[in-house]
């Protein structure tokens, strides 16, 4: 079983640019596909984006689209969120996931491992 940890969250204001890493132990995360997840409190999990396992076909949802960038390093065994022009509406848990497979996807009951998240607070 693969475990996931999450860093580079913090605080920052609106416009600014952050990088979170999600770095993976256990197994190599070439056999498998990746995204991140994003949650506030009292709100459902929303997608954010996907990688397919070799990198080469990426998913994002409509509201990072053109600001935010998926990306992996397999032999780092970490997965990368570049965002950019970050907004107080990204404030949230951040969550890296995996699952067994070629493509990534959106659906967030298609992973079956999880980090334990990591905050992103954009202020206004």
């Known amino acids: 079983q693969v475990q996931l940890v999450e860093s580079g969250g913090g605080l920052v204001q609106a416009g600014d640019s952050l990088r979170v890493s999600c770095t993976a132990s256990?197994?190599?995360?070439?056999?498998?596909?990746m995204a991140w997840f994003r949650q506030v409190a009292g709100k459902e999990r929303e997608s954010v984006a996907a990688?397919?396992?070799?990198?080469?076909?990426?998913l994002y949802t409509d509201s990072v689209k053109g600001r935010f960038t998926i990306s992996r390093d397999n032999a780092k065994n970490t997965v990368y969120l570049q965002m950019n022009s970050l907004k107080p509406e990204d404030t949230a848990v951040y969550y890296c996931?995996?699952?067994?497979?070629?493509?990534?996807?959106?659906?967030?009951?298609?992973?079956?491992?999880w980090g334990q998240g990591t905050q992103v607070t954009v202020s206004s």
């Open positions: 996931a995996a699952r067994q497979g070629t493509w990534g996807s959106l659906n967030p009951q298609l992973y079956n491992a």
């Open positions: 256990g197994r190599t995360i070439s056999t498998l596909a």
């Open positions: 990688i397919s396992r070799s990198g080469g076909s990426t």
